[in-house]
């Protein structure tokens, strides 16, 4: 799978499970509305007080699960940042075109928007007889 079919597929699925590391080192997860930037990079809004903007605050690895519910998955990790000026503004571009109904969010300071750089990831298709896992290039050509 390329990385475009990658930005394809998040957008077309629009949400997933994200799960960093708490204090401890345990795994916490949450659901959440996800797009991609056209570089391939997740990016999804979280209010500034939640778990998982300290855990990310602290540590940046996350993982990340899109789709299942078709019979189809896209695993990802890679490592969240907070980006701010033009990378900002990029992001929450991205993420308003995908779901403008959070506009509101954004102009009160409610929600903090997060990126996730992708390292590694792998798309499945469980719908036939013979499963199909196939990574995901990362590399920009």
Same mark, same amino acid.
């Given at each position: 799978? +390329?990385?475009?079919?990658?930005? +394809?597929?998040?957008?077309?699925?629009? !949400?997933?499970?994200?799960? %960093?590391?708490?204090?401890?080192?345990?795994?916490?997860?949450?659901?959440?509305?996800?797009?991609?930037? /056209?570089?391939?990079?997740?990016? $999804?809004? !979280?209010?500034?007080?939640?778990?998982?903007?300290?855990?990310?605050?602290?540590?940046?690895?996350?993982?990340?699960?899109?789709?299942?519910?078709?019979? %189809?998955?896209?695993? #990802?990790?890679?490592?969240?940042? $907070?980006?701010?000026?033009?990378?900002?503004?990029? #992001?929450?571009?991205?993420?308003?075109?995908?779901?403008? +109904? $959070?506009?509101?969010?954004?102009? /009160?300071?409610?929600?903090?928007?997060?990126?996730?750089?992708? /390292?590694?990831?792998? $798309?499945?298709?469980?719908?036939? !007889?013979?499963? =199909?896992?196939?990574?995901?290039?990362?590399?920009? =050509?």
């Amino acid at each position: 799978m +390329e990385r475009q079919e990658l930005v +394809e597929y998040v957008r077309a699925q629009r !949400a997933g499970v994200v799960s %960093t590391l708490g204090p401890g080192g345990e795994p916490q997860a949450a659901y959440l509305t996800l797009a991609a930037t /056209d570089a391939g990079d997740l990016v $999804f809004d !979280a209010k500034p007080d939640s778990r998982k903007v300290a855990n990310l605050r602290r540590d940046g690895r996350v993982a990340v699960v899109v789709g299942g519910s078709d019979g %189809t998955t896209l695993q #990802c990790q890679g490592i969240a940042d $907070f980006p701010d000026g033009d990378a900002l503004d990029h #992001c929450t571009a991205t993420y308003l075109a995908a779901f403008p +109904e $959070f506009a509101g969010s954004f102009g /009160d300071g409610g929600v903090v928007v997060v990126r996730v750089a992708l /390292d590694w990831a792998r $798309f499945g298709d469980f719908r036939g !007889a013979q499963p =199909s896992l196939r990574e995901v290039r990362l590399e920009l =050509s």
